[in-house]
């Protein structure tokens, strides 16, 4: 495998394990930020390899899953997992936003959120 592409594989799963410390740590509002970086840093793995060019500077998952090519390959309850945790990257910075996400965060939905995460992390490792 290229190198710059396992170079953001492992960035992904770095942040993965970060998300898992997150929730152990009730630092909720990260789980969500983190999920999204672990999936944003696969699709851009994805991207580089469809492409062969560097992925775009931006932190869309549905763009990016569409510029990957995998989009038509994600389930519809995966679909509807990455318009979830879309907003979970820049809302999670601005206090207006972040006040609200917050509050819909638990342990639970951290730990479905973590589930999906990885179940989405495994796949795209896989189509690559």
Request: aromatic content about 8%; proline content about 3%; overall charge positive.
């Amino acid at each position: 495998m290229d190198q710059r592409i396992q170079n953001w594989l492992d960035l992904a799963d770095y942040d993965f394990e970060t998300a898992k410390v997150m929730l152990e740590t009730k630092r909720l509002l990260y789980v969500g930020f983190m999920c999204h970086q672990t999936i944003e840093k696969a699709l851009k793995a994805a991207v580089l390899q469809a492409t062969g060019a560097p992925p775009p500077k931006i932190h869309n998952l549905i763009r990016l899953s569409e510029l990957s090519g995998l989009r038509e390959n994600l389930s519809e309850k995966q679909r509807v997992f990455l318009r979830y945790l879309n907003p979970m990257n820049v809302e999670t910075r601005y206090t207006e936003n972040k006040d609200r996400i917050f509050r819909s965060l638990t342990a639970r939905t951290c730990s479905e959120m973590l589930a999906q995460t990885e179940e989405l992390l495994c796949l795209i490792k896989h189509l690559l």
